[in-house]
């Protein structure tokens, strides 16, 4: 049985994930990966390798001088060629694609904005240690964003959550026997994201140990690893404690 952590084990698996994505991209694409290694999480990598899978099949299927050649055969030479153009033609095939399950994909701003500073963080790697002359991703333009709008619960919404999640009137005899059996924890769970805003990432992570009742205190690890103390209120605090002590 594993003695890992939850954030240990989460991270083992996106490196095992990590080493499959960069087998399907040309072999220079690993250097970049060991470089930016010490000052990324594994999430983040993982994240950069999509996006550069995105960007190689792009260039595969819509650019005349490489269509010819495999994926894992364009060279830092081919992409030190490419113009700001090209990579413009690149941010339009964004907004809409056709992944390789044939499913067509759309993206908007944050989205395409998130896949060319990715491509930004490829080229500078290469450029910084003089592997390539020619940087035009340096040159590109990136979208306006415009304020994403925020949709809050107000005051009674939360209220109906939580009697939805007491009750479970609506379910099923055979829901309503496993509900019965679940309504402390999912109680806990519920009252635990909405009082304290932690992301579901951040609370399936938890132990017993990172709660702190004296000071109404939870520890967490946010994107990159970063551990910080997150406090809740009282009807957090009754939550969490009526599931530990059925629990």
Do not use: W
């Amino acid at each position: 049985m594993s003695n890992l952590t939850y954030h240990e084990q989460i991270d083992k698996e996106n490196i095992l994930r990590l080493r499959e994505l960069i087998r399907g991209l040309p072999p220079f694409c690993a250097d970049f990966f060991r470089g930016i290694e010490p000052r990324t999480s594994s999430r983040t990598r993982i994240a950069y390798a999509y996006d550069l899978h995105v960007f190689f099949d792009f260039l595969h299927k819509e650019n005349p001088a490489l269509a010819s050649l495999d994926i894992k055969d364009i060279t830092l030479d081919h992409l030190e060629q490419l113009s700001v153009t090209d990579l413009e033609e690149y941010m339009e095939y964004l907004k809409y694609r056709f992944n390789d399950k044939n499913r067509e994909v759309m993206n908007k701003e944050r989205g395409i904005m998130r896949k060319i500073s990715s491509l930004r963080s490829f080229y500078n790697y290469f450029y910084r240690n003089e592997r390539i002359k020619n940087n035009p991703a340096a040159l590109i333009r990136l979208p306006k964003l415009h304020d994403k709008e925020i949709i809050r619960l107000d005051v009674d919404e939360v209220a109906l959550l939580l009697d939805e999640v007491e009750q479970g009137d609506k379910l099923t005899k055979k829901q309503q026997e496993f509900h019965a059996k679940t309504k402390v924890r999912d109680l806990a769970i519920l009252t635990l994201l909405l009082g304290t805003g932690i992301r579901v990432s951040e609370c399936v992570g938890l132990n017993i140990a990172d709660i702190d009742f004296k000071n109404g205190g939870i520890r967490i690890y946010r994107k990159g690893g970063k551990e910080v103390t997150v406090y809740f209120g009282e009807e957090v605090e009754e939550a969490l404690l009526n599931y530990l002590e059925e629990r």
